[in-house]
């Protein structure tokens, strides 16, 4: 419950900066494109070991500039994106040497894949040029995701895997059998990054993000396996946004 009254205080903030205007009014409304690269993983307690998870994203971008104060250009901006995340198993054994199936006679490997419609709502704060040069910025907020779909890429069948489990430096395996329980994913996001923007052409910017999820995609009640199994998101992008409505004053840079 707490999780969520942060998010709710929140977008309750930016509200408030929609309608309180203290420096420079701006009415500047920007729509585009984004695409990047996910690496990703998954806090489990018990822990499993893991190395990242390599998945895209991409979708639609929204920008709304509601004020400048002093140096500082104030935005509320939101994506609609696609992304593929999930977990990949660093399977060891107490020697740091790969564990060889005893049937197949490889080296087990595994990953789970899992696809979200993500949806990210930022304060997005940027200090530098507006319309004709660059600027750098931050975005913080929430990140809310629904799931669409799961597939696993393995070498084993978990039967198999019981037999080697002996061997192997961490010997959690109980996340192999188990489909995704909680559809819906939410946390906290942080990024920075650069804008280079051109009055006639547009917006094109690049940002590296983290993402910390708050909710577990397994249950965690005392009754339950795992008592965490929460995301950690690295994300790279690059966008490009146009503008739909700019405010109308020569004297912006």
Known sequence: MK???IILVF????????????????????????GGYVLSNITFQ????????????????????????????????AEVNYASVGWKEDILDANNQLVINNVTGLAEEYSRTINYIQIPIFAHLAWGRERNGVNFFVNLGPQFGFYLSESTK????????????????????????????????????????????????????AEARYYYGLGNIYGSSKRDYFSASRYGQIVFKLTYLFDIVKTKNNNIK
Do not use: W
Not at 14 to 31: E, K, M, S, Y
Not at 50 to 59: D, I, L, R, T
Not at 173 to 194: C, H, R, T
């Open 11 to 34: 977008l309750s903030t930016c509200c408030t900066l929609l309608r309180a205007q203290v420096g420079d009014h701006r009415n500047d409304f920007a729509i585009g494109v984004n």
């Open 3 to 5: 999780k969520f009254l």
């Open 154 to 205: 393995t070498n084993f069948t978990y039967e198999n895997a019981l037999n080697t489990t002996p061997t192997r430096s961490n010997q959690v395996i109980a996340q192999d059998s188990m489909a995704i329980e909680n559809k819906f994913d939410y946390g906290i996001a942080l990024g920075g990054g650069i804008e280079y923007s051109h009055p006639k052409v547009g917006h094109f910017l």
């Open 46 to 77: 018990p822990e499993v070991s893991q190395a990242f998870h390599g998945g895209v994203s991409g979708g639609l971008s929204f920008r709304y500039i509601c004020e400048k104060y002093f140096k500082s250009i104030c935005s509320i901006y």
